[in-house]
């Protein structure tokens, strides 16, 4: 290992042509090896910004969300950018003027020196994304939700899996790196409410909207309308879809099937990671879905969404729900009032009741015999370590041990179950559900929900 390290450092820096594979073999090498105690951290050898420990980064999405990430990605090599809008590319290129420009993200992904891409378009443009930048050796950070269907969580999913010993995956769902986060799950975890049953969370979000916006004249100049719809079916032009403010223009858009799927991708997608983080969940068996009167157009406002999700090792099979727009879980107790919480989430056991926000949490022992004596707190030594920050711990996976929190497994089965609720509601009833092979049993119009149609020349999986 040692040799092969000084003849890669003897050859360095590599030709342009290899540049990109090359540098991506490195970075991980030198990882590996200082890991293993061989040769100095990296960090040593080059000091921590010298340009051979920087990633090259492409960022797709310039403006909105993607701003959260302007600071992080300062640290790195931000080598191409891309959008469909010039206004907005231009903004990106204020920040990183450097970097190459695309408006066809398909084009941007094939440039050669790439090691990740940060994903900060729309929902319904993620999975491909995601793929194509994976099939092409890329780590890729993907703003949440990850997929727009059951189909897509599923190929993005399977892709990692093959590829999870390169590549480092993150979704945007940085409300993880909370400490809240790791005290819910320790509460849980270590039996503070004795053997966990039943999971529910929760967002009161509403945006409702009568259906797609009419046709309203030409698209501006700046903005490549035909890039923006990808994939999905034609819907003309209005700017109305265009009407946010940046980071918030998602809500001009995701309640629309074809761009999104409502607060099921949007706040469900942080909410339900505060209760799926405590739960070491699989694949749920069940699902079933109830909420407004279907509109082919727009998602529900209202809706709820239950889960039969299998024991694991150190829990029973459970139940795990989603309420959104007015939806609710039932309180534990009269003066708790959920309706005060406005995304949140809720851990019933046979000794008591958990309830928590993103930031804090209430236990809520039931009856008199829950005395607490059958929980231990952590000491201080033992408590579970602060992630620092999400986005942080990606570009350093990147570099190194490949390990996030919120990687393309977690949360694609995450968004899978969410999507599938979806499907649920959808089909009007409880569908059993084979995560093995991802089809629902015995219900043919539940199947054909699990995948969305594309618009010819756009391949989910390229
Ligand atoms: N993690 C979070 O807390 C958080 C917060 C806000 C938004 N988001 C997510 O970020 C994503 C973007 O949200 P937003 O409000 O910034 O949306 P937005 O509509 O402002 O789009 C973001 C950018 O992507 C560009 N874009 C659109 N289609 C593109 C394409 N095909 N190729 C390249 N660029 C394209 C837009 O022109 C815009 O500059 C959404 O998926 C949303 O769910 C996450």
């Not at 403006?63 to 809008?85: M, Y």
């Not at 809706?303 to 795990?320: C, G, S, T, Y």
Request: aromatic fraction near 10%; proline fraction near 6%; include cysteine.
């Amino acid at each position: 290992m040692t040799g092969m390290l000084i003849q890669m450092l003897d050859s360095w820096p590599p030709s342009r042509k290899t540049r990109g594979m090359k540098r991506r073999h490195f970075l991980k090498s030198l990882a590996f090896t200082g890991a293993a105690g061989l040769v100095l951290p990296r960090t040593k050898l080059f000091g921590a910004n010298a340009p051979s420990n920087k990633l090259n980064i492409a960022l797709i999405g310039t403006w909105g969300r993607a701003e959260a990430h302007f600071g992080g990605l300062a640290t790195e090599n931000v080598v191409a950018l891309c959008d469909v809008d010039a206004k907005h590319l231009e903004f990106g290129a204020r920040k990183f003027p450097n970097a190459k420009q695309y408006v066809d993200w398909r084009k941007c992904i094939e440039q050669k020196d790439i090691d990740a891409v940060v994903c900060c378009t729309p929902d319904h443009t993620h999975a491909f994304i995601a793929n194509w930048a994976m099939n092409r050796g890329k780590h890729v950070y993907c703003e949440k939700p990850l997929a727009n269907s059951v189909e897509e969580a599923r190929v993005v999913r399977a892709n990692y899996l093959k590829n999870k010993d390169k590549l480092a995956t993150q979704v945007g769902t940085q409300r993880h790196e909370i400490e809240n986060f790791n005290r819910v799950r320790e509460l849980v975890l270590d039996g503070a409410i004795g053997e966990v049953q039943e999971v529910s969370a929760w967002g009161d979000r509403k945006i409702p909207r009568p259906g797609y916006l009419p046709a309203a004249g030409d698209p501006p100049a700046n903005l490549q309308y035909d890039l923006w719809i990808g994939p999905s079916p034609f819907h003309p032009y209005n700017p109305g879809y265009f009407s946010g403010g940046p980071g918030a223009n998602c809500l001009s858009w995701n309640m629309y099937w074809d761009f999104g799927s409502g607060q099921v991708g949007d706040m469900g997608s942080h909410t339900m990671d505060l209760a799926w983080n405590a739960i070491d969940a699989g694949l749920p068996t069940a699902a079933e879905g109830r909420g407004d009167p279907f509109n082919p157009d727009v998602t529900p406002v209202k809706l709820e969404m239950h889960f039969d999700i299998p024991a694991n090792d150190w829990r029973q099979a459970i139940k795990v729900s989603w309420y959104q727009g007015g939806a609710l879980p039932e309180s534990p107790a009269r003066y708790i009032d959920l309706h005060k919480i406005d995304h949140g989430a809720m851990f019933e056991g046979s000794k008591g009741v958990l309830v928590a926000n993103f930031d804090t949490r209430v236990l809520y022992p039931l009856r008199g015999e829950a005395d607490l004596t059958y929980y231990k707190p952590r000491t201080k030594g033992t408590v579970l370590p602060p992630m620092g920050n999400f986005q942080r711990q990606w570009i350093n996976a990147c570099k190194g041990n490949l390990k996030t929190s919120c990687d393309f497994d977690y949360s694609g089965k995450m968004i899978e179950m969410m999507l599938l609720g979806l499907v649920a509601y959808r089909a009007g009833k409880k569908l059993s559900y084979d995560g093995a092979t991802g089809l629902c049993k015995d219900c043919s119009e539940a199947n054909e929900l699990l995948r969305r149609t594309y618009r010819p020349g756009w391949t989910l999986n390229g």
